[in-house]
């Protein structure tokens, strides 16, 4: 149980020597670490990962080159933390990986306690991502248990609308506005209209994205 909880790297270079050093190096401090020679080798492992986790990249690689992979993750949905390994003539690749979303990047040859702390601050970051990722899950899935009526006085409601107001536009009594509003913000698990508009607008984003498709 230990191990699918221990943060993870991903590794992936097509130098072995520099592979399996940075092996080493990872296992040394106890984190799990996974060895790719190449971007085709990582995808082809099973895709869940349950333990907060980071990719350490080469910019350049035979084949599908670092930059194209990082590209190639965001359309997947992937957001796993990158850090990016170049060489000195690499620089101008590295702004576009960095302005791409990647976490750091590190020039070979990079000492082992600089690529330490890249790695603890991507697997930080991740772990918070994940965290944040696990509550809007949870804030969705209070949402889903809504009724159709429900739903529909929460947008009015975090609207600035007040309950006369709302009953005009739906076409009900007031008293029926104030059941239906008690009741979602009970499936919502908040107690103030403040609590409810900060959680009606964390679910925004989920809910326009659904509208579109």
Do not use: W
Not at 129 to 153: I, P, Q
């Amino acid at each position: 149980m230990a191990e699918l909880t221990t943060p993870i790297v991903f590794v992936v270079d097509d130098d072995q020597h520099l592979r399996e050093a940075l092996g080493n190096l990872f296992a040394s401090v106890g984190m799990r670490v996974e060895l790719f020679g190449s971007t085709a080798e990582l995808l082809a492992r099973p895709a869940k990962i349950s333990a907060e986790s980071c990719l350490v990249l080469d910019i350049r690689l035979p084949g599908v080159s670092g930059l194209d992979f990082q590209n190639q993750l965001a359309k997947l949905g992937n957001n796993i933390p990158i850090i990016f390994m170049t060489g000195h003539g690499d620089v101008p690749m590295s702004v576009r990986a960095m302005k791409a979303g990647a976490i750091d990047f590190l020039t070979k040859p990079f000492r082992d306690q600089d690529m330490l702390d890249a790695v603890a601050n991507a697997l930080a970051l991740d772990r918070a991502r994940r965290a944040s990722d696990g509550a809007l899950s949870a804030l969705m899935a209070r949402y889903e248990s809504l009724t159709a009526r429900e739903r529909e006085v929460i947008a009015l409601v975090t609207s600035g609308l007040m309950n006369k107001q709302i009953a005009g536009k739906l076409g009900v009594s007031e008293i029926t506005v104030k059941i239906h509003r008690g009741h979602l913000m009970e499936k919502m698990a908040v107690r103030t209209l403040a609590e409810l508009v900060k959680a009606y607008e964390a679910l925004r984003p989920v809910l326009n994205q659904d509208a579109r498709t």
